[in-house]
């Protein structure tokens, strides 16, 4: 590994949006928005066709917060933390005698997990590009990764040799390429450890994650049963009323949030409306990959629904009805986003705005608008800094 130079200026990456209360009334929709408080974010990223949404999410989280506390706009290398997640996960897969779940998905809290013991790096530093492709398609890396791994933990050898963990490594390096040791940032020379001390400047045990569900007591600690949470990390449950009221507080007092979601039903219409309701309806799911997986709102029979054309009565949302449909995996953790806002329709409804991965991709920009409703029912879980939780329910939790 060797050092770069990166000719980059700090104050240069734009963010997308800044100033509270502005007026983003829209037109040319049958949903009209209007931002009551739209913090500030970096530039929509794309993922394109790799299942690395937990990354993106949390790296443009992260940006935000940096944003919050007066630093200048960054971009960070999402590749950084896949790159980390990916070796440190084949290591726990194999540790588990393959045992646990070796997907492409990953949670918020992995991009935690490797800030705080590896670091950070800026995009520029790191793209984890080196595989022939001008943009992210993780098809063939995620199927050799597997192959690797489950050849490993099938042990013919009858012990494991010295030589799997390099192996390993080689392998991922040789898709996403190898990270710098040292990079100039700014006319100033960092490691990814100094980096993230003295740029991004983070405190990881500044950020938890909070879920709400029923099979747990609530105001307590456990691992979330979501195949992808591999570091086994903790959610603090809440009543979904406290959930959503932590949700409101964040973006009132100005912090942004990570929102783990179920994207799978029929109204997340992000791409044709730009919005992710629950009409009142009865939902049905979809299938497929990425986002014509979770994008069929397009089909013919599906043009009569009434949230298509107009802002539509939403289903009353219980946390009776979050569990049924947690433990019916009706809801899963399909995708990772990033909420920055909230808005109001020509109605006077509420709805969170949610920054998305899939690039410019709708006519909101990247952007879409989930009501409340959708949130109170669809989240898994979100992460955010503590700061942001109500005091009433931080001392519930036993936070500091």
Not at 45 to 55: F, I, L, M, P
Not at 121 to 134: F, M, Q, T
Request: charged share 25%; net charge negative.
């Amino acid at each position: 590994m060797k050092g770069i130079v990166l000719l980059l200026a700090a104050a240069l990456p734009v963010f997308e949006a800044a100033a509270q209360t502005q007026d983003t009334t829209r037109q040319d929709t049958t949903y009209r928005f209007t931002d009551i408080t739209r913090l500030p974010a970096t530039s929509v990223k794309d993922q394109n066709r790799a299942g690395t949404c937990w990354s993106w999410s949390t790296t443009s989280f992260l940006e935000s917060e940096m944003m919050r506390l007066g630093k200048d706009s960054t971009n960070l290398s999402a590749m950084y933390f896949v790159k980390h997640a990916y070796f440190d996960k084949g290591i726990k897969y194999v540790r588990m005698h393959g045992t646990m779940n070796f997907g492409v998905g990953g949670a918020s809290g992995d991009v935690i997990y490797v800030l705080r013991n590896y670091g950070a790096v800026p995009k520029e530093a790191y793209e984890g590009l080196n595989y022939g492709e001008d943009n992210h398609v993780f098809g063939e890396l995620d199927a050799v990764l597997k192959a690797y791994v489950e050849a490993v933990t099938e042990n013919k050898n009858k012990r494991l040799s010295t030589a799997w963990k390099r192996g390993y490594e080689n392998v991922i390096e040789a898709y996403l390429g190898e990270e710098p040791d040292t990079f100039t940032y700014a006319g100033k020379e960092y490691t990814p450890k100094t980096f993230a001390d003295e740029v991004v400047g983070l405190n990881p045990d500044d950020y938890v994650n909070l879920t709400s569900f029923t099979h747990h007591p609530f105001y307590t600690a456990f691992a979330l049963e979501n195949p992808d949470n591999w570091t086994w990390g903790t959610s603090y449950n809440l009543p979904i009323d406290e959930l959503m009221a932590v949700m409101d507080n964040a973006i009132a007092t100005g912090y942004t949030f990570v929102w783990g979601s179920d994207v799978s039903e029929r109204g997340f219409a992000t791409k044709t409306t730009g919005v992710a309701v629950v009409p009142a309806e009865d939902i049905q799911e979809t299938s497929g990959a990425e986002i014509d997986k979770w994008e069929k709102a397009g089909k013919p029979e599906l043009a009569r629904d009434a949230f298509l054309k107009a802002p539509a009565p939403e289903k009353e949302i219980t946390q009776e009805t979050r569990q049924a449909e947690f433990d019916n995996y009706l809801t899963t953790d399909d995708h990772g986003m990033h909420i920055i806002g909230k808005a109001k329709d020509q109605n006077g409804t509420e709805y969170f705005i949610v920054k998305n991965s899939w690039n410019k991709y709708n006519k909101f920009g990247g952007y879409f608008y989930a009501s409340r409703a959708f949130v109170k029912l669809k989240t898994m879980d979100i992460l955010v800094h503590k700061d942001a939780i109500p005091d009433s329910i931080k001392a519930k939790l036993n936070l500091k």
